[in-house]
């Protein structure tokens, strides 16, 4: 076929040369004839070689299509996944499966070494001092690890007074993970870990749920509970309502991804030491316990108050970020170690993955790929995405009886949005520094 079409192109050449010498030479317009004639022979497979190119550039526009509309499904497959897939799934996970049955009664009370990190807490130390002097449990110890420049060491040395389960230790240098590090040096493997904030307050028999948690599995190697910040401000509140009911939904299978710094507890004896790379121990020590085998539970009945917390939209804004990077700095630390991973740790693994690195980079190409679908699937696409907004709201109705505001909650989903593509694109451009980060007031 190709060559005719190559012997048609040379025929209808050499007719124009015959033309121009019939005219100057009628005895030579015999060839001009001769080539018209082969011209008419040849056109039916002139024809079939413009139709055949004709197919192939009509298949080839095809095959582009349907690649654009694989590419637009695929990222709305995970666009979808990663805000109400994700949790349709924990939800039907967790009713045929519980990871943990909780002891109504201690039959033995567990030593508790409580850590309190701190930087220049004078205005809430004597706060927090009596709150942990409240605790009604029996077998605790406390370390304040201060690094203060300020007069809170002379703060806690008058209050503390000879109490001989209280203690202070004087930190060389600032920095969560250098001051911990040196008090859990001190510690015994057999004791139970609570970290908890200065800023936070806890219930009076907050330890003794917590002891409760972990004598009921010996697997629990971390437990947090549900913070419920004092501030006014709308959208900490709202925010924190959904933070904790996704964790309390990942818990319920037995594995939360991140627990609130204000307080959480561990087995020492799954944690040496925290690397002094680490911006947020509360994101990296759940990673580390879930990837060793461990399970972490997230307790909605321990309730944890954070008296300290952004009043501002800037501050909001700011303090979100900052958590942001924390956790795209820890995703990135055990991406290497997804093969120790087990079901399901390694599917909320994947999944936080998704939410917080992956979808800020796949909702620009998304939108632009939006331009290129017929109204069908728009209105297809914006159908199942209403419903999965419905479906979460339902599943988080129905796991926590305060509800936010009509609004509050796609308010806080666009904000959570902006807040992760700020994260991720902050985190390319500009070193965060290693250290404290307080809320300015």
């Excluded at 209105?379 to 009509?406: C, D, E, H, T, Y």
Aim: glycine share 4%; proline share 3%; with cysteine.
């Amino acid at each position: 076929m190709d060559r005719c079409f190559e012997l048609w192109v040379e025929s209808l050449l050499c007719g124009e040369v015959c033309l121009f010498a019939g005219y100057h030479y009628p005895h030579l317009f015999v060839h001009y004839r001769l080539v018209i004639s082969s011209y008419w022979c040849l056109y039916p497979y002139y024809q079939q070689e413009v139709y055949r190119v004709n197919c192939l550039v009509e298949k080839d526009e095809e095959i582009r299509e349907r690649k654009v509309e694989v590419i637009y499904y695929l990222c709305f497959f995970l666009l979808w996944w990663s805000f109400a897939g994700y949790i349709l799934f924990l939800y039907l996970l967790e009713r045929n499966k519980r990871s943990y049955i909780e002891r109504e009664e201690l039959n033995s009370i567990p030593h508790f070494s409580i850590i309190v990190p701190i930087f220049n807490e004078k205005r809430l130390i004597e706060q927090k001092i009596k709150n942990l002097k409240d605790l009604s449990y029996k077998n605790y110890t406390v370390y304040f690890a201060d690094a203060s420049t300020d007069e809170t060491k002379q703060i806690i040395s008058e209050n503390i007074g000879d109490l001989s389960n209280f203690h202070l230790i004087s930190c060389a240098q600032k920095g969560r993970s250098f001051q911990l590090n040196e008090v859990l040096s001190l510690i015994s493997p057999q004791d139970l870990v609570l970290i908890t904030d200065v800023d936070a307050l806890l219930e009076k028999d907050c330890l003794e749920k917590i002891a409760r948690v972990f004598l009921s599995n010996e697997r629990i190697g971390l437990v947090g509970g549900w913070t419920e910040p004092v501030s006014r401000y709308r959208n900490e509140i709202v925010f924190w309502h959904i933070q904790n009911t996704l964790r309390a939904l990942e818990s319920s299978v037995g594995h939360c991804s991140t627990v609130s710094g204000a307080c959480y507890a561990f087995r020492r004896e799954v944690v040496d030491r925290i690397p002094q790379s680490v911006w947020a121990e509360d994101i990296y020590l759940p990673f580390l316990i879930n990837t060793k085998g461990y399970q972490c539970i997230y307790h909605p009945q321990i309730y944890i108050k954070e008296v300290r917390g952004p009043s501002k939209f800037k501050n909001f804004i700011k303090l979100k970020i900052r958590k942001g990077q924390d956790n795209i700095k820890e995703l990135i630390r055990f991406f290497p170690h997804i093969h120790r991973m087990r079901f399901p740790w390694i599917l909320i693994y994947l999944t936080r993955f998704l939410q917080i690195i992956i979808f800020p980079i796949l909702v620009l190409p998304f939108l632009l790929l939006l331009f290129f679908q017929d109204i069908h699937t728009l209105v297809l696409s914006f159908i199942l995405f209403l419903a999965g907004f419905l479906l979460q709201s339902v599943i988080f109705s129905k796991m926590n009886s305060s509800r936010p505001k009509k609004g509050e909650k796609l308010r806080i989903f666009l904000l959570s949005s902006l807040i992760l593509f700020l994260s991720v694109w902050g985190y390319l451009f500009k070193r965060t520094k290693i250290g404290y980060c307080r809320i300015e007031e």
